[in-house]
């Protein structure tokens, strides 16, 4: 499998430390240090739906493709305000695309395990071209007058079209239940038989163990993947790691020994959005041409469960309209 074309969206609000200080007992002191967060973008007059189309729109647009080439929609969601139809459903009249869809919840690894499934179909012949969208709005599963969780999401959307050729040649996921880590439940309706109440809770988080779960997992994914690729550090060209927390990415780094130039980042922009933050950083760096012909790539991202999920792929340049 290899990727043909990327796309993403984030929302136009800007919402700067100094903003939540303004209401939330922080300061851009505290945020900035320990996260690496500076500003976020907020869905406030635009919808997810929204950021989900021109994410997917973008990506389609730059494969070459038309919609009607794509086979199958792979959407990466956590929540948004249906829970049926999916997202997926949701999107793909208005994508004009007219194939099977389904969302996939691997909170933030979603984007790597949909890349996953997709790989599974291409190689069985159950689909040529796929279209996977991660879209996520966490800034709604937040009690905003919790700092310690309210100050690090920010929404977006990525998508990524992906066909049959030389690109991904590892996956490695796992999972495993730590369910009470990192936790967003809603209310279900009560029945005559199950009346067990059930209350919305927003986000509830240990961050301390989740980013020591994201440490250690993410360091035993990478070290798999080199191992068992015959791959040291410094035969990777780019790092791209899920965007959670800056102290997380570097303490990747330092295990690995390589240069920060290897570890891109947009975190200072857009805080962590979930799915969606890995494929914002893949099309951004891919627009910008830094992502070159034949580049190695590992990407490695974690989640809620506790979820991992994490690839190693030869890059295929995307040339965006621009002449070969
Ligand atoms: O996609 C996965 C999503 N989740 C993650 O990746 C989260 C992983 N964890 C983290 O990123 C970090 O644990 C946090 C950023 C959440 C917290 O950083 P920390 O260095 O682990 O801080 P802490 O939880 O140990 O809290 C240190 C202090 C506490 O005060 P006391 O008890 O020492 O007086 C907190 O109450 O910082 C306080 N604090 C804050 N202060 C100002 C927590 N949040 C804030 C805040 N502003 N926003």
């Given at each position: 499998m290899r990727i043909i074309g990327t796309g993403s969206a984030l929302p136009e609000k800007v919402v700067t430390n100094d903003m939540?200080?303004?209401?939330?007992?922080?300061?851009?002191?505290?945020?900035?240090?320990?996260?690496?967060?500076?500003?976020?973008?907020?869905?406030?007059?635009e919808t997810l739906r929204e950021l989900a189309l021109e994410a997917a729109k973008k990506a389609i647009a730059s494969s070459g493709l038309t919609p009607a080439d794509i086979d199958y929609l792979i959407c990466s969601n956590v929540a948004n305000s249906y829970v049926s139809p999916s997202l997926g459903s949701i999107i793909l009249g208005q994508l004009g695309c007219c194939c099977p869809t389904f969302d996939m919840n691997g909170a933030c690894a979603g984007l790597v395990y949909s890349l996953d499934v997709a790989d599974a179909f291409l190689k069985t012949g159950r689909a040529r071209n796929i279209l996977v969208v991660a879209a996520e709005q966490p800034s709604r599963f937040c009690d905003w007058h919790d700092r310690s969780t309210s100050v690090l999401f920010g929404d977006g959307a990525s998508a990524l079209v992906v066909t049959g050729g030389e690109g991904f040649f590892d996956f490695r996921l796992t999972g495993n239940t730590h369910?009470?880590?990192?936790?967003?439940?809603?209310?279900?309706?009560?029945?005559?038989?199950?009346?067990?109440?059930?209350?919305?809770?927003?986000?509830?988080?240990?961050?301390?163990?989740?980013?020591?779960?994201?440490?250690?997992?993410?360091?035993?994914?990478?070290?798999?993947?080199?191992?068992?690729?015959?791959?040291?550090?410094?035969?990777?060209?780019?790092?791209?790691?899920h965007q959670a927390n800056m102290r997380i990415i570097e303490c990747i780094r330092q295990h690995l020994e390589q240069p920060k130039e290897k570890f891109p980042t947009n975190i200072q922009k857009y805080g962590n959005t979930s799915s969606a933050s890995v494929g914002i950083l893949?099309?951004?760096?891919?627009?910008?041409?830094?992502?070159k012909e034949g580049a190695t790539i590992l990407i490695s991202t974690f989640g809620g469960g506790f979820v991992t999920a994490a690839a190693l792929l030869k890059w295929s340049e995307i040339l965006y309209g621009k002449e070969a």
């Open positions: 939540l200080a303004g209401f939330l007992d922080t300061s851009d002191n505290w945020i900035t240090t320990r996260t690496g967060i500076r500003t976020r973008r907020l869905l406030s007059t369910t009470d880590v990192m936790y967003y439940k809603r209310s279900l309706e009560p029945t005559p038989y199950d009346r067990v109440e059930e209350r919305t809770q927003p986000l509830v988080m240990e961050g301390r163990e989740v980013f020591r779960l994201a440490v250690e997992s993410c360091i035993e994914d990478v070290d798999v993947l080199l191992e068992r690729n015959g791959l040291k550090g410094e035969d990777i060209d780019l790092f791209l790691l893949i099309d951004e760096l891919s627009r910008a041409g830094v992502l």
